[in-house]
């Protein structure tokens, strides 16, 4: 096995996509730290991978944290003597239009989606430079097309896209690999816990989960692109076409978009 005791990272791990990846991941025999700032959660993750024989090491952290990121990679250095793969999955959504956002609420989808990543990524580098290993960053179609109403996580996504690819070109003679996943509608608690303008979580999502692709899924895709060493995956078939239309009738886009979006529940435009 290409992956047996192969040393993972995984940030916000302790649901959805980042819990599926540690599954699989630690499933394939890689050693797995995953990450969360629950408590709670981050033991019941722990236990469900343990459980399956599972080698894991759970560090409360907050993305956001430059500290808590740095702890972590050491924390992993500690535990299992190195790193091989990074994935930046941690993430949290918005949903406001721009005029009603408190700003406090965009800088925090950036302080976590973004600079999490960069943090995370500028504290395992060095070791990821030894094992010539991977760095993924779970990204979203919205890296390539944004959606109203999404301002913050938009922004964030194509900041992660743009700094990626400057890293990958930056260290393509070293040896390392860096992955952008980008996938599409997953059925996971992200709407659940997107933020409103005001900064509370909206409870709810607007959208019918049982539709989407399943975390597991996606979670399969980031595995075998690791082992492939892609540069990059866009996720859906839906989210394949709109990445193809808005590279070649990018104003064509903006209307279907709107009307797209429109139809959510509650959408805060019509
Ligand atoms: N679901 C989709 O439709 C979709 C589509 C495209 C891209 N994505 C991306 O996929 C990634 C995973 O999202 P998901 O859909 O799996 O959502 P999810 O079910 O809400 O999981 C998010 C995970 O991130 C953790 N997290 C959130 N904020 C964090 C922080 N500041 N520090 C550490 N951990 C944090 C959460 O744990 P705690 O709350 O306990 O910290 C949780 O484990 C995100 O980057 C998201 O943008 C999702």
């Given at each position: 096995?290409?992956?047996k005791?192969?040393?993972?990272?995984?940030t916000?791990?302790?649901?959805?996509i980042?819990?599926a990846?540690a599954m699989i991941?630690?499933?394939e025999?890689?050693?797995v730290?995953?990450?969360?700032?629950?408590?709670?959660?981050?033991q019941h993750?722990?236990?469900?991978l343990?459980?399956?024989?599972?080698?894991?090491?759970?560090?409360?952290a907050?993305a956001?944290?430059?500290?808590d990121?740095?702890?972590?990679?050491?924390a992993a250095?500690n535990?299992?003597g190195?790193i091989?793969?990074?994935?930046?999955?941690?993430?949290?959504?918005?949903r406001?239009?721009?005029?009603?956002?408190?700003?406090?609420?965009?800088?925090?989808?950036?302080?976590?989606?973004?600079?999490?990543t960069?943090?995370a990524?500028?504290?395992?580098?060095p070791?990821?430079?030894?094992?010539k290993?991977?760095?993924v960053g779970?990204?979203s179609?919205?890296?390539?097309?944004?959606?109203?109403a999404?301002t913050?996580?938009?922004?964030?996504k194509y900041?992660?896209?743009?700094?990626?690819?400057?890293l990958?070109?930056?260290?393509?003679k070293?040896?390392?690999?860096?992955?952008?996943?980008?996938?599409?509608?997953?059925?996971s608690?992200?709407r659940n816990?997107?933020l409103t303008?005001e900064g509370?979580?909206?409870?709810?999502?607007p959208?019918?989960?049982?539709?989407m692709?399943?975390a597991?899924?996606?979670?399969?895709?980031?595995l075998q692109?690791?082992?492939?060493r892609?540069?990059?995956?866009?996720?859906?078939?839906?989210?394949?076409?709109?990445?193809?239309?808005n590279?070649?009738i990018?104003g064509i886009m903006?209307?279907?978009?709107?009307?797209?979006m429109a139809?959510e529940?509650d959408?805060?435009?019509k």
């Amino acid at each position: 096995m290409k992956l047996k005791d192969k040393v993972v990272i995984i940030t916000g791990a302790t649901s959805g996509i980042g819990e599926a990846c540690a599954m699989i991941f630690g499933q394939e025999g890689a050693k797995v730290v995953i990450t969360g700032r629950n408590a709670e959660k981050l033991q019941h993750t722990k236990d469900k991978l343990e459980i399956l024989g599972i080698d894991v090491l759970g560090v409360l952290a907050d993305a956001a944290s430059e500290s808590d990121n740095e702890r972590m990679a050491q924390a992993a250095l500690n535990k299992f003597g190195s790193i091989d793969i990074l994935i930046n999955n941690a993430g949290i959504s918005m949903r406001a239009l721009f005029e009603d956002l408190d700003l406090s609420v965009f800088h925090k989808v950036m302080d976590t989606n973004f600079w999490g990543t960069v943090y995370a990524t500028k504290y395992c580098l060095p070791e990821i430079f030894k094992s010539k290993g991977s760095i993924v960053g779970v990204s979203s179609i919205n890296g390539y097309r944004g959606t109203p109403a999404r301002t913050a996580y938009t922004a964030s996504k194509y900041a992660m896209n743009g700094f990626f690819e400057s890293l990958r070109t930056e260290v393509m003679k070293r040896g390392v690999h860096v992955l952008v996943a980008c996938p599409g509608f997953t059925a996971s608690n992200i709407r659940n816990n997107a933020l409103t303008a005001e900064g509370q979580s909206q409870g709810e999502s607007p959208r019918d989960e049982g539709e989407m692709m399943t975390a597991e899924a996606v979670a399969k895709a980031i595995l075998q692109a690791v082992l492939k060493r892609k540069r990059d995956i866009v996720l859906t078939r839906q989210g394949k076409l709109a990445v193809f239309l808005n590279k070649w009738i990018p104003g064509i886009m903006d209307g279907i978009v709107y009307n797209h979006m429109a139809k959510e529940k509650d959408s805060p435009f019509k």
